[in-house]
């Protein structure tokens, strides 16, 4: 069984730090692009971030850059996301995504096969 668990969120005041952490398990984990969406109550949802199991160039979306961090660990089959210089804005439910392909410049457009729960982040003002 395909599994993505979703840790970390949380409240925080802005500029604050969180580091989310995305589990997977149930499929192979090599080959496949992973990413973290967001969204808020009543707004579309966003690609955040994206990087490709095996290496390359992470991918971000402008509103994060220079803000948040993706990385991976292949021994653990874990993505994170690193989210520093928080901002209200970043308030919403972050999911992280799976696919078997390598993330493209339009990663955020991609058909992901496996999705998490979502893990909830709050940033107060």
């Known amino acids: 069984q395909v599994q993505l668990v979703e840790s970390g969120g949380g409240s925080v005041q802005a500029g604050g730090s969180l580091r989310l952490s995305c589990a997977a398990s149930?499929?192979?984990?090599?080959?496949?692009?992973m990413a973290w969406f967001r969204q808020a109550p009543g707004k579309e949802r966003e690609g955040v971030a994206a990087?490709?199991?095996?290496?390359?160039?992470?991918y971000y979306a402008d509103s994060v850059k220079g803000r948040f961090t993706i990385s991976q660990d292949n021994a653990k089959n874990t993505v994170y996301l690193q989210m520093n210089s928080l901002k209200p804005e970043d308030t919403a439910m972050y999911y992280c995504a799976a696919v078997r392909a390598l993330c493209g410049i339009r990663w955020y457009r991609y058909d992901f096969a496996h999705w998490g729960q979502g893990t909830q982040v709050t940033v107060s003002s």
């Open positions: 149930g499929y192979t984990y090599s080959s496949n692009c």
């Open positions: 990087i490709y199991t095996g290496g390359g160039t992470p």
